[in-house]
């Protein structure tokens, strides 16, 4: 009998089933039990608050129910403000240096093994080469940092031309950089693949796993995403699966599946050395965040059971 937690830690992020999570410590707290009490998902996708009370008990809660997390570093690094890793002004981006150690010490506290950033705001192809100069030198320390606790940094791609609008987008750029980054001394460096992101990128999903692949691949991100400006799901929004207008369904994410296994991504290895794979989702239109994570778990798990008999 296949058992799709023989072969993956599937998991979900608290912040995106739960949104106000983003913006209030308590709300982050409420989000964040109420994942770990989800049987279905092994690990957990999210950053963890200033305030060291709720983190201590988040930390707590990850312990007593047996959770992994990987750790997103919150959105002040996507911004062109004061914790831009590539501002024109240096106290900013010693700023972002700072800020983002703290989060590698709260990282290093709850035991996360993978540590995710992002590019910063674009500015546009004439300064786009200054910045991501800066951007290196950004990334090389916060990757040095990781390393002494013993964590893989992994860029995240996100879309440049549109929405977002992140500096470090196409995926075989940020394979490039990364790959640039091993080769001065970062290790640790490593590349994800957010499935809900390439639709807006304009890319296939073997294009993006070949060149993560060339890279290293630490993380997996799952997701939807709609074409349709009439759909309030319409953009950087990480709809849930199948959505009215969606890209990705059971079928689109069996096939997904059916990549990752061909390329030896995902094989039955000992339980520690499972790769993670999680969903960012919002919830359905009028279903609770908990119904919606149950429904979604059973997608995915049928998708992988359909790809594995695939590949036999």
């Known amino acids: ?62 312990k007593k129910y047996n959770k992994v997390l990987n750790y997103n570093t919150p959105i002040e690094f996507q911004l062109d ?20 150690k703290t989060h590698i010490d709260y990282a290093a506290e709850a035991g996360v093994k993978v540590f995710v950033v992002t590019g910063c705001a674009d500015k546009g192809p004439d300064k786009r080469s200054e910045l991501l100069e800066r951007y290196k030198e950004y990334f090389l320390q916060v990757a040095d940092y990781a390393e002494k606790h013993d964590m893989l940094v992994a860029i995240e791609p996100i879309e440049r031309d549109v929405f977002k609008k992140i500096i470090l987008g196409p995926t075989d750029e940020c394979a490039d950089f990364i790959q640039e980054m091993q080769e001065k001394g970062a290790s640790n460096a490593r590349l994800m693949l957010d499935s809900a992101h390439l639709p807006l990128m304009d890319e296939t999903f073997d294009f993006a796993l070949s060149h993560s692949l060339r890279a290293g691949l630490a993380h997996i991100h799952i997701g939807d995403a709609v074409s349709d400006p009439n759909s309030e799901y319409y953009g950087h929004t990480h709809p849930p699966l199948g959505v009215q207008g969606g890209v990705f369904d059971r079928d689109e994410l069996t096939e997904q599946f059916v990549k990752l296994i061909e390329c030896g991504h995902i094989k039955k290895v000992k339980n520690d050395d499972r790769p993670t794979i999680s969903l960012e989702m919002r919830p359905y239109i009028g279903v609770s965040p908990e119904t919606s994570a149950r429904f979604a778990y059973e997608k995915v798990n049928s998708a992988f059971k359909a790809a594995m008999k695939k590949c036999k």
């Open 1 to 62: 009998m296949i058992k799709m937690e023989d072969y993956i830690k599937l998991g979900i992020s608290p912040t995106m089933l739960m949104p106000d999570a983003f913006e209030d410590d308590m709300e982050h707290l409420a989000a964040f039990v109420a994942c770990c009490k989800m049987q279905e998902y092994e690990t957990l996708d999210t950053f963890l608050p200033h305030n060291k009370e709720i983190r201590e008990y988040e930390i707590k809660m990850l």
């Open 81 to 100: 403000g004061e914790y831009n890793p590539a501002s024109d002004n240096s106290e900013y981006r010693a700023n972002a240096v700072k800020l983002a």
